[in-house]
C-alpha cells in the first residue's frame, strides 16, 4: 500500500514539473514546445537571418548610392558627364557640349564603372535620368520646329521636376526666345518652350504662341 501511495505522489509530482515547464515555454525534446526567448531572436526558424540580410543589402544601397559631387563621371551609353557647381545652389549636367541645369538632388548607383543617375521625387518614388540633356535638346527643337539652342541666343535647358501627385516626372524644359519674322515682313521675338521626359525622352508638352504658324524663324 505504501509503495502505490510512493508512485502515485512521484507521478503527481512529474505532472506538476512537466506541465509548469509547458507554461514557461521551455523547450523539451519530444514535448512540441518552443522557447519564446529563442523565437524572438531567430533562432531556429531563419527569422535572425532573414534580418540580417536585409540590413546588410540596405547598408550596401546606400554606400552604392550617394550624392552626386562635381566631376565627370562616365554614363550607361559610354557618354562623359560633367558635373558642375553653379550659384544659387544650382548644379549643371553637361554632356557633348549641351548642358542642363538643376537644382535637384541627384544621387549616384556605380554599376560596373558606369554611373547611373537618379533622383527622388516629391510623391516618394524614385526616377533615373536615363536621357541626356544633348538628346532632350535635340528632342524639344525637333518638336519646335528650331534649329539650334544657344545659351547665349535667349535658350535655356533645366531639368527639373514637372506634373503633380502621382504624374510627377523629372523632365528637361528647353525654353527658347528667337527672333522671328511675323508673315515674313515684321521683326518680332517670339518664346517657345518643350518638357522632355527624362527617363524615356518623350515630349511631355510643347508651347507656342497661336500665331506661331504665321512666324518664319529670323535668319538674321
Avoid at 536585409?54 to 562635381?70: A, D, F, I, M, S
Avoid at 511631355?204 to 504662341?209: D, L, Y
Amino acid at each position: 500500500m505504501k509503495k502505490i501511495l510512493l508512485s502515485l505522489i512521484v507521478c503527481i509530482l512529474m505532472c506538476s514539473l512537466v506541465l509548469a515547464q509547458g507554461q514557461q515555454g521551455i523547450y523539451e525534446p519530444g514535448t512540441g514546445i518552443e522557447n519564446p526567448e529563442t523565437k524572438e531572436a531567430g533562432q531556429g526558424t531563419g527569422r535572425g537571418l532573414e534580418v540580417d540580410t536585409q540590413n546588410q543589402g540596405e547598408e550596401t544601397n546606400l554606400q552604392n548610392q550617394q550624392r552626386v559631387r562635381e566631376g565627370s563621371y562616365m554614363g550607361e551609353g559610354g557618354q562623359q558627364m560633367m558635373i558642375q557647381e553653379k550659384a544659387n545652389n544650382q548644379m549643371q549636367l553637361k554632356v557633348n557640349g549641351v548642358s542642363a541645369n538643376y537644382g535637384l538632388n541627384l544621387t549616384q548607383k556605380q554599376v560596373q564603372n558606369k554611373t547611373k543617375l537618379q533622383v527622388k521625387l516629391s510623391n516618394g518614388k524614385n526616377a533615373e535620368i536615363k536621357v541626356m540633356p544633348n538628346t532632350a535638346s535635340e528632342t524639344a527643337l525637333q518638336s519646335l520646329r528650331l534649329k539650334n539652342c544657344v545659351e547665349e541666343e535667349g535658350c535655356s535647358i533645366e531639368l527639373k521636376e514637372v506634373g503633380q501627385g502621382e504624374q510627377v516626372k523629372v523632365a528637361y524644359e528647353i525654353k527658347v526666345q528667337k527672333q522671328y519674322r511675323f508673315l515674313g515682313l515684321f521683326k518680332t521675338k517670339m518664346q517657345v518652350q518643350a518638357q522632355v521626359d527624362a527617363e524615356n525622352g518623350e515630349v511631355i508638352q510643347s508651347k507656342k504662341p497661336w500665331w506661331a504658324f504665321l512666324a518664319s524663324e529670323s535668319e538674321e
